[in-house]
């Protein structure tokens, strides 16, 4: 996105053909005959099925990862269809919006997430009913429940954002086949991304790019995102059904149908009488199994946060102007040195047009600003997310190791996924037995190097931390000091951090592990002096190690040189309050150093790891996948896919 194009857009008014370019996209159905698309919104995927001939009818507006009312492209199609309903027969369409929540299946989800997730529901629940209509959250399966509650309230209109990702893409195409068996007309949007993954792997002839800056050159002579739709005042006719009476409807129908039906609803007992202030509420974090994080996170879910935090980021547009990732702080220990807004873009509490088009006008203040690559602007962050979007899209098997044509064959050790194999110690022999033991000491942060431990626990206390701090515990698992494969580590992640976003979650790990994108593996920063150049004094360590609170900042970073005096004094003996380091840093760093050059066939000489403080040229090398690095262009010529 150039400022150029930006400046257009701003003199144009919103509603201009020429600054909203509209583009249609065709999806194949089984009906030809069936199938229409719409041409009221830019986004809209497809439009399929005969509705019902002019009876009253009812739409449900499905919410899943746009958990949001401003830019909330699905709520404002069901809407336009509302209107345009009334225009034509003079009759009400109901709206009812929904949420089906359960326990993931496919990925895993810890208790920190899900209580964000919980909070981001009640926060649009809160919205909904201040503009008299009720958003109803169900508990099932949710191909399952769609199909009792489309059923059962006799639905005659589907909204929802359409999945970009395959398994996604999968599930969506099932629910419009249920949907299509029940002659419920669909309407899918497009607009989880700033552009369609779709589009530009068709323009980057059929496969996704493999490069950022290639990413940026097909995205520029794209139509410009949509600018953001504001929240809606009021949502006519949301409360056409008293909950009430939703409920009885659909107490009736499990009734009447197996119980394997039945059961996908669940609280539907047949038995069971209930009142208005028990149906279709949020349930607390307990029913799933779960106990409350003790203390709460620093993030909150909802809406409502993401744009105060928004607001508040904003307010200081110096900042936003002339931000520059790789400057950001990995270890502030009370305000963020970034937006901490990931997670908010993750569950769609924020747009990501809101998001852009807020931080591109202001960008367009600072004109004079030094030449920063795209890559370490806020407008580059998302950018990155735009291409592991892609890159997802495109690429079959992208989380597998040996399905994913991209993914470099490397020899990691716990390459096994299973839990009951990695679990089962009978099956595994010496090596992998003690890569078990590390690294559940890696998960818990106990690998005696405090910079790794204290990032760790962060992790698991809070459920983020900055993009240094995950790239230094992701390069310790894999090629950096265990040589344990990338999959581990981006399955406690995905259980573990808030802002978990399946396509970047395994991008990144790809990325830092040097399994694809960026195979420079040689670059290593030390567990133990990296961390001291934004932090001498270890307040950071401190903080999540009340371990080594007393330590003298000398030997806060490796306690184990700490003479025992020393350790007394601050009341921390390591190997008693605080472990010894796991492995000796330099051997490992040696072994997982050889082990990556046989990989790439290296026949150079295995490179030379040394403990020493960055210098000024590797501090501007790049931290994590969606770190925006100035040292870029050079990796991504070298990329080996």
Same mark, same amino acid.
């Given at each position: 996105?150039?400022?150029?194009?930006?400046?257009?857009?701003?003199?144009?008014?919103?509603?201009?053909?020429?600054?909203?370019?509209?583009?249609?996209?065709?999806?194949?159905?089984?009906?030809? &005959?069936?199938?229409?698309?719409?041409?009221?919104?830019?986004?809209?995927?497809?439009?399929?099925?005969?509705?019902?001939?002019?009876?009253?009818?009812?739409?449900?507006?499905?919410?899943?990862?746009?958990?949001? *009312?401003?830019?909330?492209?699905?709520?404002?199609?069901?809407?336009?269809? +509302?209107?345009?309903?009334?225009?034509?027969?003079?009759?009400?369409?109901?709206?009812?919006?929904?949420?089906? *929540?359960?326990?993931?299946?496919? +990925?895993?989800?810890?208790?920190?997430?899900?209580?964000?997730?919980?909070?981001?529901?009640?926060?649009?629940?809160?919205?909904?009913?201040?503009?008299?209509?009720? *958003?109803?959250?169900?508990?099932?399966?949710?191909?399952?429940?769609?199909?009792?509650?489309?059923?059962?309230?006799?639905?005659?209109?589907?909204?929802?954002?359409?999945?970009?990702?395959?398994?996604?893409?999968?599930?969506?195409?099932?629910?419009?086949?249920?949907?299509?068996?029940?002659?419920?007309?669909?309407?899918?949007?497009?607009? #989880?991304?700033?552009?369609?993954?779709?589009?530009?792997?068709? *323009? @980057?002839?059929?496969?996704?790019?493999?490069?950022?800056?290639?990413?940026?050159?097909?995205?520029?002579?794209?139509?410009?995102?949509?600018?953001?739709? /504001?929240? /809606?005042?009021?949502?006519?006719?949301?409360?056409?059904?008293?909950?009430?009476?939703?409920?009885?409807?659909?107490?009736?129908?499990?009734?009447?149908?197996?119980?394997?039906?039945?059961?996908?609803?669940? #609280?539907?007992?047949?038995?069971?009488?209930?009142?208005? =202030?028990?149906?279709?509420?949020?349930?607390?974090?307990?029913?799933?199994?779960? =106990? /409350?994080?003790?203390?709460?996170?620093?993030?909150?879910?909802?809406?409502?946060?993401?744009?105060?935090? %928004?607001?508040?980021?904003?307010?200081?547009?110096?900042?936003?102007?002339?931000? &520059?990732?790789?400057?950001?702080?990995?270890?502030?220990?009370?305000?963020?040195?970034?937006?901490?807004?990931?997670?908010?873009?993750?569950?769609?509490?924020?747009?990501?047009?809101?998001?852009?088009?807020?931080?591109?006008?202001?960008? %367009?203040?600072?004109?004079?600003?030094?030449?920063?690559?795209?890559?370490?602007?806020?407008?580059?962050?998302?950018?990155?997310?735009?291409?592991?979007?892609?890159?997802?899209?495109?690429?079959?098997?992208?989380?597998?190791?040996?399905?994913?044509?991209?993914?470099?064959?490397?020899?990691?050790?716990?390459?096994?996924? $299973?839990?009951?194999?990695? @679990?089962?110690?009978?099956?595994?022999?010496?090596?992998?037995?003690?890569?078990?033991?590390?690294?559940?000491?890696?998960?818990?942060?106990? =690998? #005696?190097? /405090?910079?790794?431990?204290?990032?760790?626990?962060?992790?698991?206390?809070?459920?983020?931390?900055?993009?240094?701090?995950?790239?230094?515990?992701?390069?310790?698992?894999?090629?950096?000091?265990? !040589?344990?494969?990338?999959?581990?580590?981006?399955?406690?992640?995905?259980?573990?951090?808030?802002?978990?976003?399946?396509?970047?979650?395994?991008?990144?790990?790809?990325?830092?592990?040097?399994?694809?994108?960026? =195979?420079?593996?040689?670059?290593?920063?030390?567990?133990?002096?990296?961390?001291?150049?934004?932090?001498?004094?270890?307040?950071?360590?401190? $903080?999540?190690?009340?371990?080594?609170?007393?330590?003298?900042?000398?030997?806060? !970073?490796?306690?184990?040189?700490?003479?025992?005096?020393?350790?007394?004094?601050?009341?921390?003996?390591?190997?008693?309050? !605080?472990?010894?380091?796991?492995?000796?840093? $330099?051997?490992?760093?040696?072994?997982?150093?050889?082990?990556?050059?046989?990989?790439?066939?290296?026949?150079?000489?295995?490179?030379?790891?040394?403990d020493r403080k960055l210098t000024e040229e590797s501090e501007t090398l790049s931290w994590s996948a969606d770190d925006m690095c100035y040292g870029y262009?050079?990796?991504?010529?070298?990329?080996?896919?």
């Amino acid at each position: 996105m150039t400022r150029k194009r930006l400046r257009h857009a701003s003199v144009h008014n919103v509603d201009d053909p020429m600054v909203l370019q509209h583009c249609q996209i065709d999806v194949n159905v089984a009906d030809e &005959e069936n199938t229409s698309i719409s041409k009221s919104h830019s986004n809209l995927i497809d439009n399929f099925g005969p509705a019902p001939e002019h009876p009253k009818r009812r739409a449900l507006v499905w919410f899943r990862r746009d958990l949001r *009312l401003h830019d909330n492209l699905a709520l404002d199609a069901a809407m336009r269809a +509302q209107e345009q309903f009334w225009r034509a027969t003079n009759e009400d369409m109901a709206l009812l919006p929904i949420y089906i *929540l359960h326990k993931p299946k496919r +990925q895993r989800c810890g208790a920190v997430r899900f209580q964000f997730l919980l909070e981001a529901i009640m926060d649009v629940a809160i919205s909904i009913e201040k503009m008299h209509g009720r *958003l109803l959250v169900l508990r099932g399966d949710a191909e399952h429940v769609l199909h009792t509650v489309m059923a059962a309230w006799h639905i005659t209109d589907l909204f929802f954002e359409a999945g970009v990702m395959p398994y996604a893409v999968e599930r969506d195409s099932r629910v419009r086949a249920i949907a299509k068996s029940l002659n419920v007309n669909v309407t899918m949007i497009r607009g #989880g991304t700033l552009y369609d993954p779709h589009e530009i792997i068709r *323009l @980057n002839g059929g496969v996704p790019p493999d490069e950022y800056e290639r990413l940026l050159e097909i995205t520029e002579k794209m139509p410009q995102p949509t600018q953001p739709i /504001p929240a /809606p005042f009021k949502l006519p006719h949301a409360a056409s059904f008293n909950t009430k009476e939703l409920y009885f409807l659909l107490k009736s129908y499990c009734h009447d149908h197996n119980s394997e039906v039945a059961d996908a609803i669940a #609280g539907i007992n047949v038995n069971t009488e209930k009142n208005d =202030t028990t149906l279709f509420v949020v349930p607390p974090l307990t029913v799933f199994g779960l =106990t /409350p994080p003790d203390p709460h996170t620093t993030l909150i879910g909802g809406e409502t946060e993401a744009l105060k935090r %928004l607001d508040e980021f904003c307010e200081d547009e110096r900042r936003v102007g002339m931000f &520059e990732k790789p400057k950001t702080s990995p270890v502030s220990v009370d305000v963020p040195s970034t937006t901490s807004l990931s997670a908010h873009l993750t569950f769609g509490c924020l747009s990501a047009r809101e998001f852009f088009y807020r931080i591109m006008f202001i960008q %367009l203040q600072f004109s004079q600003r030094p030449g920063f690559p795209v890559q370490v602007t806020l407008e580059g962050q998302l950018m990155w997310r735009e291409f592991f979007y892609c890159y997802a899209c495109g690429t079959p098997n992208f989380d597998s190791f040996y399905s994913n044509p991209g993914c470099k064959q490397i020899d990691w050790r716990l390459l096994a996924m $299973k839990d009951d194999i990695v @679990n089962d110690h009978n099956m595994l022999e010496a090596d992998e037995k003690l890569a078990v033991r590390q690294l559940e000491c890696w998960k818990e942060g106990r =690998t #005696g190097f /405090p910079w790794i431990d204290a990032v760790m626990r962060q992790i698991n206390q809070e459920g983020w931390t900055h993009h240094a701090g995950r790239h230094a515990v992701a390069s310790f698992l894999t090629r950096g000091v265990l !040589y344990i494969s990338w999959l581990q580590g981006a399955l406690y992640f995905q259980e573990k951090l808030i802002d978990m976003d399946w396509a970047l979650n395994i991008g990144n790990w790809l990325w830092v592990s040097a399994s694809c994108f960026f =195979t420079d593996y040689r670059q290593v920063a030390s567990p133990s002096t990296f961390p001291q150049h934004w932090d001498p004094h270890g307040h950071f360590i401190r $903080k999540y190690i009340p371990a080594l609170r007393n330590m003298p900042d000398k030997f806060v !970073y490796e306690p184990w040189k700490a003479p025992l005096k020393v350790q007394r004094d601050a009341d921390c003996l390591v190997g008693k309050d !605080y472990p010894f380091p796991i492995v000796d840093s $330099k051997l490992a760093m040696s072994r997982c150093a050889a082990g990556m050059s046989h990989a790439f066939s290296d026949t150079e000489t295995a490179a030379v790891i040394s403990d020493r403080k960055l210098t000024e040229e590797s501090e501007t090398l790049s931290w994590s996948a969606d770190d925006m690095c100035y040292g870029y262009r050079s990796i991504a010529s070298s990329s080996q896919l």
